[in-house]
């Protein structure tokens, strides 16, 4: 193979992966958090050709939707010529590049290492320790997923940070207002703060609860390819361990003509999976990137690529060469991590966490868990920012699952889209009439808070803002005694749990900020039959009204 064609074919991987992060960002900026709006597959499309949500989902909750079986093409893909995916298409494994290069450009004294290391196995233990608690039903595979990673990361924290630092810096140049003569900077800043406002960011004062964590994960990983190019890739990507799997003996090989290579080792000095064992023939397709880096610096031209049959042994490749020992280590790791996440009482489902919240047509909370890769769609795509990434109410098993907080937003009556872009079906896809008579929780009154029954004065916030069409939120007038003896009528609030859904707009609305007078907890709550303290048959005979 000649030099031309192999420098068009690593520059046609480099805008590939540029190609690949744009539509990703592009998808991104194409949900709409707008009841109105209504999604379609496109927008799952990253989600939809990853095999690791597909085989983690069947695993634990031996169920998965018909659209996840187009990730079956990546591992055709992989059959053939072997890890492609990583190297061309990850839009994560694309930053991890930009990441290496500046790196690489900006301290080139660093210490390097692209040899293989043992330590690249550790990827394949952590897969197998993965798939063993996903067996049990524990789906914390895809949490480690490098596409619902690097979405959970852009939508709670690079957008909301984003979004903050375009609001800051276009506010701090309209009140300086500076310029030269006539000609002032907001003439630029304003309208393009004002185009991503309304195209890009969609919801204006975007905030999540321990996005700084989610943020400063992401920037850990980045910062590891100081250490190792492609850290995360080679030591620590549950997908690159399984497609690295299914690329063991690929049909496409790297193949080294004998007579011209003279073991140079310059082939191994830019491989970005560090696939090159030792100069020559030594070669893992299981940890290669298809980077075409080593044809491209080979100065002899020694390096092709050739077509094989998997059971050929010509060209020649390097197993994985994970031990039993290991795998049997993983495994029992699997079943201790199953055990920590599901010893506690809420995960045995013995009591119940009043602020989790899930979205309406969340399925019960053990399926929810099997099914869930919290990936952040939904709390993407919610008008209102209801949706928040729980930290420990969940539980371990639960982190980062979608959890409504009705402090920060609520349920918008008229929306149903977290159900219709959940990938998984851990939020079925509702109806907009069945969303409104699904309960998500119950809300109750505080009345040493509560104005009419603590300061005896006239408050009707929450009942206006009721949505329900006859109102959840009735009031009955009442005499109250005042200071000089007398008393005057005042109108206290009271809560009917028959039409109660629990969508949260009542708390956010109360004049109360620090500490609501009004609450929605999680009781009543339509998808779990045990936390129903309010039964039906009970509501009309002990009403006292």
Request: proline letters at 8%.
């Amino acid at each position: 193979m000649k030099r031309g064609p192999l420098w068009s074919a690593a520059r046609a991987r480099r805008l590939a992966q540029l190609i690949a992060l744009a539509a990703f960002v592009v998808l991104l900026v194409w949900v709409r958090a707008s009841p109105g709006w209504q999604p379609d597959w496109p927008v799952k499309l990253f989600f939809l050709i990853d095999p690791l949500i597909l085989i983690g989902t069947w695993l634990s909750a031996h169920a998965a939707p018909t659209l996840l079986l187009a990730s079956l093409v990546t591992i055709a893909v992989t059959l053939v010529v072997g890890r492609v995916f990583c190297g061309w298409l990850c839009p994560l494994g694309a930053l991890h590049a930009a990441a290496g290069w500046f790196f690489e450009r900006f301290w080139p004294r660093r210490k390097r290492r692209q040899r293989w290391s043992r330590w690249q196995l550790t990827k394949y233990c952590l897969l197998a320790g993965m798939l063993m608690m996903a067996a049990f039903g524990v789906h914390a595979l895809c949490v480690f997923d490098p596409l619902v990673f690097l979405y959970r990361s852009s939508a709670t924290a690079l957008s909301p940070a984003g979004q903050w630092m375009s609001e800051e810096g276009s506010t701090a140049i309209y009140q300086a207002d500076p310029g030269v003569g006539a000609m002032r900077l907001t003439k630029v800043t304003e309208p393009a703060h004002e185009f991503l406002q309304h195209h890009v960011f969609m919801r204006s004062d975007e905030a999540f609860l321990g996005g700084g964590v989610i943020l400063l994960v992401l920037i850990g990983t980045l910062v590891l390819n100081a250490w190792r190019p492609r850290f995360w890739c080679r030591y620590l990507c549950p997908l690159g361990a399984l497609l690295g799997v299914f690329a063991w003996r690929p049909w496409l090989r790297r193949k080294v003509d004998e007579t011209t290579c003279n073991a140079c080792d310059l082939c191994r000095v830019g491989c970005h999976g560090a696939a090159c064992l030792s100069p020559g023939e030594r070669w893992k397709p299981s940890e290669c990137f298809g980077c075409m880096n080593c044809l491209e610096r080979c100065p002899r031209q020694s390096l092709s690529l050739a077509w094989a049959a998997p059971w050929s042994r010509e060209p020649k490749v390097e197993p994985i060469n994970l031990s039993k020992r290991a795998m049997f280590g993983s495994a029992l790791g699997g079943l201790v991590g199953m055990c920590l996440m599901r010893i506690n009482p809420q995960a045995r489902g013995m009591t119940f966490n009043p602020a989790l919240i899930r979205p309406p047509g969340s399925r019960g909370e053990r399926e929810f868990l099997q099914r869930c890769t919290a990936c952040g769609l939904c709390i993407k795509v919610c008008p209102e920012g209801a949706l928040q990434p729980s930290l420990t109410e969940a539980g371990l098993e639960g982190l980062w699952t979608p959890r409504l907080v009705p402090r920060l937003g609520y349920c918008e009556y008229t929306c149903n889209l977290c159900g219709q872009i959940c990938p998984t079906q851990a939020i079925q896809p509702l109806t907009l009439e069945q969303k409104q008579q699904t309960r998500i929780g119950l809300a109750s009154f505080d009345i040493t808070r509560c104005i009419p029954y603590a300061y005896g004065r006239n408050c009707m916030v929450c009942e206006e803002h009721c949505p329900i069409p006859d109102k959840a939120i009735f009031v009955v007038e009442v005499d109250v005694p005042q200071r000089d003896g007398g008393t005057r009528k005042v109108k206290q609030p009271h809560v009917d749990p028959e039409k109660c859904i629990g969508c949260g707009i009542c708390e956010n609305v109360c004049p109360y900020k620090d500490g609501p007078a009004i609450r929605v907890m999680s009781a009543n709550e339509s998808r779990n039959p045990s936390n129903q303290p309010i039964l039906p048959s009970q509501a009309e005979s002990d009403s006292p009204y």
